[in-house]
């Protein structure tokens, strides 16, 4: 392919022009913005240099926001390209791009930095910790991971968007069939991004294990940082698989490697194999922390300690094992014979269980319980039927001799959906309206609140039950057309209303959060939703350093027990506290990042090189840099203290 030729945009329409124009005025207006208003110091100082646990999460807030309506455009165009047969809105090489980065963009830059950014915030707090083990570390975990995802989004106006599925399997993925330069974005942003989460998964692991408060044994930590302990220790096992699967894909397109190919020795179900020992430990990568949120929501609202607190935490350490398990469920029909299918359909059916055992705990928990219907605990209402259909339709689906009618049919891509948009996008908005007053110092409109919870709920059904039923009657994924014959055309009609209400119902959110930060009151005190575990035990805003005094933990739910036993939390005196100094070294380094990863996609071997070691000049500049970061002092920490609402003690 010509030079030229591969920055060309392979399938130009006038949606990619239009985008093109948007994003260049989107650029222009930031920069404008910050330059009148005399913000890039600012910038620089408070967001693109911090180290700040807190900072950081609601960057990665951001970030998934961003994603998610990026990622919800391209479903809308799907939807509205299968709403009538024989429609012409999108041709083939379209919409096979943007079902393509649809996945990817929701699941990747979408759900997992809304886990991050929860992970983030959450749980340093509710362990009493004052940051990460990490600082820098996590600081340079976030820029690698938004480096890669705007590597990923500026593909389809530069070269041109991956083709081959969010799953890329080869030899599709492969130059004979993808001669664009998609799937090296694919394989190289996804590459990027996944070395920060992997950064993180080890973060976090170190800081749950050795910077918990006094007293706070593992038996005593809340559920939300058990499941994100468990979730890390998932992310280290699972994305190095990822990590050199991805990098033997680059070779196999960038290098004429053979490890995927159907010739020279290759092996194209290698990368099936190997993309779903990453890709379903994946799904509980997603999983796990939104029932550790579920879990401290329905407790707070239900005003109930949670039900079977070991068996909870027992059930999530099944699940992470048996996540590891089931991966060939993923191709029951792909040949490999009676024998192997029978042992998957059996641990995939097994996962089942633990899973079950949680619906249960939170059952219970409501039982007999004080419910108080917030925007957070309607969520996680909605969350628990809708879930359980999608959980259903996975042993369904587990069945190995049944997935030969199901598989590659609308039936799945309605499983997938109702489990994860239940089951990770209502918790993500559920943990965005409960910890938005402690991240912001105000609270979302509930009125508001509870219309978009109640329109995206009932628009889920909408859009994903026909979807079992199309797919029942043979509807294929991935197919962009069909003919009025078919009889597909009415089901894929209510599937695209249902989209449209999910549309309207996040386009109420980003009015409530509009509305809110417009009207609401900043009197909330710390602790609005008379909650029960340790994030809520410091003030709103949080200072720099989280809590001036360490607390002292006697339970699992220790800021609910100190208030209904009338005990401190807070003993002893206030000490100067050290903290990390801040640092644009992880900016930079990622900055690099993305410079090498663009000449990586179009083969510009001179740029890449200099990129090259300008990534190993930085971790060597780090190496032998001296920074043992700065005390605050007792004085500093009265004075901040009195100032946030008087001293907790």
Not at 151 to 173: C, H, M
Not at 517 to 522: H, I, M, S
Request: net charge positive; hydrophobic share 50%.
């Amino acid at each position: 392919m010509d030079f030229f030729d591969r920055f060309a945009i392979p399938h130009p329409s006038l949606a990619i022009y239009v985008s093109m124009v948007a994003i260049g005025l989107t650029v222009i207006a930031i920069l404008v913005g910050l330059t009148y208003f005399k913000k890039w110091g600012y910038l620089w100082r408070e967001w693109l240099t911090t180290v700040d646990h807190k900072r950081i999460g609601i960057m990665y807030l951001i970030s998934a926001l961003l994603m998610l309506f990026r990622g919800g455009v391209d479903a809308i165009m799907m939807r509205a390209q299968l709403a009538v047969p024989d429609n012409k809105l999108l041709d083939a090489q379209h919409y096979n791009e943007i079902f393509t980065t649809h996945g990817i963009v929701m699941i990747i830059f979408m759900a997992m930095p809304f886990i991050m950014a929860l992970m983030n915030f959450v749980v340093p707090l509710q362990i009493g910790a004052r940051d990460v083990a990490f600082p820098r570390l996590n600081a340079l975990s976030f820029w690698l991971f938004f480096m890669g995802a705007m590597l990923f989004n500026i593909s389809f106006v530069v070269g041109g968007s991956p083709d081959a599925g969010w799953t890329s399997y080869f030899p599709l993925a492969g130059t004979e069939f993808s001669e664009s330069v998609g799937s090296n974005y694919y394989m190289i942003a996804i590459q990027i991004a996944g070395l920060g989460t992997l950064m993180t998964g080890i973060n976090f692991i170190t800081t749950i294990l050795k910077m918990r408060a006094p007293g706070m044994t593992l038996m005593k930590m809340p559920m939300f940082t058990w499941s994100i302990l468990i979730t890390n220790a998932i992310i280290v096992f699972a994305f190095p698989v990822l990590t050199v699967l991805l990098l033997m894909g680059t070779m196999d397109r960038l290098f004429a490697t053979n490890f995927f190919t159907t010739t020279n020795g290759g092996m194209d179900m290698l990368w099936a194999n190997l993309f779903w020992v990453w890709g379903h430990p994946e799904v509980y990568i997603l999983i796990l922390p939104a029932f550790g949120i579920y879990s401290e929501i329905i407790s707070t609202f239900a005003r109930r300690n949670l039900y079977g607190y070991k068996s909870m935490v027992a059930s999530m350490v099944i699940i992470s094992l048996l996540s590891f398990l089931v991966w060939a469920h993923h191709f029951f029909t792909m040949g490999q014979g009676a024998l192997a299918n029978s042992i998957f359909s059996i641990t995939t059916m097994a996962i089942a269980v633990p899973t079950g055992i949680k619906i249960f705990n939170w059952l219970f928990t409501l039982w007999k319980g004080k419910i108080t219907v917030t925007t957070p605990m309607l969520y996680s209402l909605l969350f628990l039927p809708i879930f359980t259909i999608g959980g259903v339709t996975g042993v369904m689906l587990g069945m190995s001799a049944a997935d030969y009618q199901y598989h590659n049919t609308m039936f799945l891509v309605a499983h997938f959906h109702m489990v994860i948009i239940p089951g990770v996008v209502f918790a993500m908005l559920a943990g965005l309206t409960y910890y938005w007053p402690k991240m912001f110092g105000f609270m979302l409109n509930e009125r508001i609140g509870k219309w978009a919870a109640s329109i995206i709920g009932i628009s889920t059904l909408v859009a994903f039950m026909p979807m079992f039923f199309s797919g029942l009657d043979g509807q294929a994924r991935r197919m962009y057309t069909y003919s009025a014959s078919t009889g597909f055309g009415p089901l894929n009609m209510i599937s695209f209303i249902g989209a449209l209400g999910l549309a309207a119902g996040f386009i109420l959110i980003v009015y409530n959060i509009y509305y809110s930060t417009r009207y609401a009151t900043r009197d909330i005190g710390s602790d609005p939703w008379n909650a029960r575990s340790l994030e809520w035990a410091t003030h709103t805003p949080v200072p720099e350093y989280n809590f001036a005094i360490l607390p002292q933990v006697q339970s699992n739910e220790a800021f609910w027990d100190s208030k209904k036993n009338k005990y401190s939390l807070f003993n002893g005196k206030y000490k100067k506290i050290h903290m990390p100094n801040k640092s644009g070294l992880p900016f930079i380094m990622a900055s690099i990042f993305f410079v090498w990863g663009f000449t990586f996609v179009f083969s510009i071997w001179i740029p890449l090189i200099l990129t090259t070691i300008g990534i190993f000049a930085c971790m060597a500049y780090r190496s032998f840099e001296k920074d043992h970061g700065h005390y605050i002092d007792v004085a500093e920490i009265i004075e901040t203290e009195n100032k946030l609402g008087g001293i907790k003690k």
